[in-house]
């Protein structure tokens, strides 16, 4: 079973940043994409950004979130500036790996709370 375990929420003011993290381990696993979702209180998950030969991100977020991934790691960051009341959410990691047979499977950390104050 791949672990994914994510840390750096946190509550700010609108206009601050903060920088989520994500560490995966399973060393049994090839990892292909990292990235990250977000659910809002009452809304459905949405995905914010993904790395995995291309980077993707939700349109809200653009040019204010980056996300990037040490490999040697298996770490996955989200740094995210400019922050405004909207981005507050649960902000969850995953992992689109390989297990040791070639099977494809999506894996999910534990969530971390982000809050913006306005």
């Known amino acids: 079973q791949l672990q994914l375990v994510g840390s750096g929420g946190g509550l700010v003011q609108a206009g601050g940043s903060l920088r989520l993290s994500c560490a995966a381990s399973?060393?049994?696993?090839?990892?292909?994409?990292m990235g990250w979702y977000r659910q809002a209180p009452g809304k459905a998950r949405e995905l914010v950004a993904r790395s995995g030969g291309f980077i993707n991100y939700l349109s809200s977020v653009k040019g204010r979130f980056t996300i990037s991934r040490d490999n040697a790691k298996n770490t996955v960051y989200l740094q995210m500036n400019s922050l405004k009341p909207e981005d507050t959410g649960v902000y969850y990691c995953?992992?689109?790996?390989?297990?040791?047979?070639?099977?494809?499977?999506?894996?999910w950390g534990q969530g971390t709370q982000v809050t913006v104050s306005s």
């Open positions: 399973g060393t049994t696993f090839s990892i292909n994409v």
């Open positions: 995953y992992s689109v790996a390989y297990d040791s047979g070639g099977t494809s499977n999506t894996y």
